[in-house]
């Protein structure tokens, strides 16, 4: 991080947050993209490396082919997927020239030839579609750039974020199938609910809090580094296998006492909170305790097997 440039991470994140940043380009020279990248995007690619394992948990592959990175800033995206599965092509839209051409180069770093294509607009479709940190710069209401047979969308996790996913999955659920994190295709049971949003933590590499240059990022940011929450939606229009009816994902993280745990669950039933007690489940209450649970786990007559 020796050649941070601090001042443009100032400025990039009162764009973020004053919720300016949909407005124009905020890219402004190659060493905002070098800076963000390092940090920024960063975490943001531990979030993705977190949503990945959940798909692979799930048994879950893409489709093989081309992929199509959407409003794809510095290709964080599109290099994470690329860590875990290939792509014949990959295309790379976003507004600003100098972020397609920065992301070009960093994922030609570790797949020299792999098949770039760049350009705002993203082809009428394409077999895999990311999207990355940009829903909250799209008016509403909003659709997919192109047609996709499966999309995969990371978002933060705040309720605004997770209202926009719920409200953008209950549009298409006529054409594609839930993946993650939901376990079933109903209406979502988080529809319409003000208290509670979908929102889950991915975990960042324990040397990050080893690092001066984290700490100094953290404060700069105002953020916990130890708080890393996602919210995602991914979407088949392939025909999935069904997950058992038991099957709940864990919402949020579970509020610990010193006997039990209540948590919120969402399954095919719906979203409720549920109970977990120390004697009855030690083990998992211990996972619980350390925020270390499995996202989706087995409920049968509101107990873990």
């Not at 990959?90 to 180069?105: N, P």
């Not at 933590?201 to 080893?210: G, I, N, Q």
């Not at 006492?257 to 095919?268: D, I, N, S, V």
Request: hydrophobic content about 40%; aromatic content about 10%; proline content about 7%.
């Amino acid at each position: 991080m020796d050649s941070i440039d601090w001042p443009a991470l100032e400025r990039l994140r009162a764009a973020f947050l004053d919720g300016t940043a949909g407005a124009a380009d905020y890219w402004k020279t190659e060493s905002d993209l070098a800076s963000y990248d390092a940090t920024f995007a960063q975490r943001i690619g531990w979030k993705w490396d977190y949503v990945l394992a959940q798909l692979e948990r799930r048994g879950w592959t893409p489709p093989a082919g081309n992929i199509v990175d959407w409003g794809c800033g510095t290709g964080i995206a599109a290099r994470r997927y690329l860590s875990r599965w290939e792509a014949r092509r990959v295309f790379l839209s976003d507004r600003s020239t100098l972020a397609m051409q920065f992301a070009a180069r960093r994922i030609r770093e570790n797949n020299r030839e792999q098949d770039l294509w760049s350009e705002p607009t993203p082809p009428p479709s394409t077999d895999v579609l990311l999207i990355s940190h940009a829903l909250t710069e799209q008016p509403e209401p909003w659709t997919l750039p192109c047609d996709a047979q499966a999309v995969i969308i990371v978002e933060p996790g705040t309720r605004d974020s997770a209202r926009k996913l719920v409200a953008l999955r209950e549009s298409l659920r006529d054409t594609y199938n839930a993946v993650a994190p939901c376990t079933h295709n109903a209406p979502c049971g988080l529809a319409g609910n003000g208290r509670d949003w979908c929102h889950h933590f991915a975990s960042p590499p324990t040397e990050v809090f080893m690092s001066a240059d984290w700490a100094r990022f953290a404060k700069l940011a105002g953020i916990d580094l130890r708080s890393l929450p996602v919210s995602y939606l991914v979407l088949d229009k392939r025909p999935l296998p069904a997950l058992p009816a038991a099957a709940k994902r864990l919402i949020g993280a579970p509020r610990v006492y010193k006997a039990h745990a209540l948590a919120l669950l969402c399954g095919a039933t719906g979203v409720r909170e549920h109970r977990l007690t120390k004697r009855d489940s030690p083990a998992e209450f211990r996972r619980w305790k350390k925020r270390d649970a499995e996202s989706l786990q087995l409920w049968r007559d509101g107990r873990l097997p």
